[in-house]
């Protein structure tokens, strides 16, 4: 069974930077893809980014393109979120998800397993 664990959100000024990780354990996970979701108050989960994780191929949301970075250490079986010059708006709970796919699809219903979510708040 995979189990997806979150970590590294907390409050941070508009500007600032804050590096989610997501440990992944329970598979091989050499054919999933990777992604990064978000929700706030009131509004639909929405994606953020994703990573084949055996090609490393990448994907993000126009919103946060050229200001996050998604990518993985094999090694520690995690997925990082580097998040830079983040505004208010990016304000929300941030989720991990894997998709048994090798290919990127992006959808939240192609991801099987969820981490239980870590807050990101950006204050003005």
């Known amino acids: 069974q995979v189990q997806l664990v979150e970590s590294g959100g907390g409050l941070v000024q508009a500007g600032g930077s804050l590096r989610l990780s997501c440990a992944a354990s329970?598979?091989?996970?050499?054919?999933?893809?990777m992604g990064w979701f978000r929700q706030a108050p009131g509004k639909e989960r929405e994606f953020v980014a994703a990573i084949s994780w055996s090609g490393g191929s990448t994907y993000y949301a126009d919103s946060v393109k050229g200001r996050f970075t998604i990518s993985t250490d094999n090694a520690k079986n995690t997925v990082y979120l580097q998040m830079n010059s983040l505004k208010p708006e990016d304000t929300a709970v941030y989720y991990c998800a894997a998709d048994p796919s090798t290919v990127v699809r992006g959808r939240p219903i192609d991801f099987e397993s969820w981490g239980q979510g870590t807050q990101v708040t950006v204050s003005s």
């Open positions: 329970g598979r091989t996970f050499s054919s999933y893809a």
